[in-house]
């Protein structure tokens, strides 16, 4: 059993689940993303510094960050797309 899943509630309601290339699980904070680049794997920079390669790719990364969002009410429907998108758009 994963310990997301032993996790309090309000830990996991703001973390995504994503894959290590060695196909373990692990759950990250959401609010700890910075950037999402594919190099060509995909990797993650959090806000500290510290970089993750994982499995999915930049699209289902952002994927699942805007069913985050939504999920969270922080942005609702259409906004939380446009937002993420235009965050992506304006680092290229």
Known sequence: MSWAFSCP???VARMIQLTHFNNQSFI???FLIEQ???LPDTTITLTNGKK????ESPDEVNR???Q???KISLLSGLSAEEGVLRCS???E
């Not at 993750?52 to 499995?55: F, G, P």
């Open 89 to 91: 758009k304006a680092e």
């Open 28 to 30: 990250l904070n959401a």
């Open 9 to 11: 509630a309000h830990f």
């Open 68 to 70: 985050f969002l939504k």
């Open 52 to 55: 993750l390669i994982v499995k």
């Open 36 to 38: 999402v680049e594919s």
């Open 64 to 66: 699942k960050m805007i």
